[in-house]
């Protein structure tokens, strides 16, 4: 079993755990943690890694209930998210197929709060990508959350629009709209490859 934070659009290492393991236990006691994974993303661009950060409402101190985390019209960095998502993978071979179901679930598919948006953008992933994680919730604190990570030499490479263009080296644990992008209907076979690894090199580790 592992136990998972929420996530914003979460790393290629996020979705290969949610596919591979038997149960993962959603955090939804802890307090909000600020500038993690919760409420940003990585995608990759021809400079490099881009950061997208959701903006919460100033209320959101480190004490506060993730469930309870607001968010905020801010910056409107929904809208900037959605730009930076057309520019730079408006080219990639799947972008057009996914970005309406993925831009409805933002404007209007959650109920305003941190914790309502990642869990409907990670159930609207799975159902693009074409699993099903067994996910529950908690019901207490857990005690802390695993960070499955891709350890150097671990990240199965695929197609990346920018590495493509001779410009950049490919760039490992992306968000999963870069996977999900340019890869399409082949994300599932990344993300076994990458649960299998995952597996391998976590037991590996276990038995030093």
């Known amino acids: 079993m592992y136990v998972l934070p929420i996530s914003y659009f979460g790393p290629v290492s996020y979705y290969a755990t949610l596919f591979g393991a038997d149960s993962v236990v959603i955090e939804a006691c802890e307090h909000y943690v600020k500038q993690t994974l919760r ?4 995608i990759a ?9 959701i903006n919460v ?7 506060i209930p993730i469930r309870e985390v ?8 929904m809208h900037q998210h959605l730009y930076s998502l057309a520019t730079y993978y408006g080219n990639s071979p799947f972008y057009e197929f ?14 305003g709060t941190l914790f ?6 990670r159930r609207k992933m799975c159902e693009l990508i074409g ?19 891709l350890a150097d030499g671990d990240a199965v490479p695929y197609y990346q629009v920018a590495r493509d263009e001779g410009r950049r080296p490919f760039q490992s644990d992306m968000s999963i709209v870069d996977l999900l992008f340019t890869m399409g209907p082949e994300s599932i076979l990344v993300l076994r490859q990458q649960a299998e690894r995952m597996m391998l ?4 580790k276990q038995n030093l």
């Not at 905020?72 to 960095?77: E, P, Y």
Request: aromatic share 8%; net charge negative; proline share 3%.
């Open 39 to 42: 409420n940003r993303c990585l």
């Open 45 to 53: 661009t021809h400079t490099g890694a881009q950061t997208l950060s």
């Open 57 to 63: 409402q100033k209320g959101a101190q480190p004490k």
């Open 70 to 77: 607001q968010l905020s019209d801010h910056g409107n960095w």
């Open 98 to 111: 996914y970005i309406d179901e993925i831009r409805d679930v933002m404007m209007h598919g959650h109920d």
């Open 116 to 121: 309502g948006l990642d869990e409907a953008l």
């Open 131 to 149: 699993f099903e994680a067994n996910v529950t919730y908690s019901h207490e604190w857990m005690g802390g959350c695993d960070f499955p990570t």
């Open 201 to 204: 090199h976590r037991h590996d």
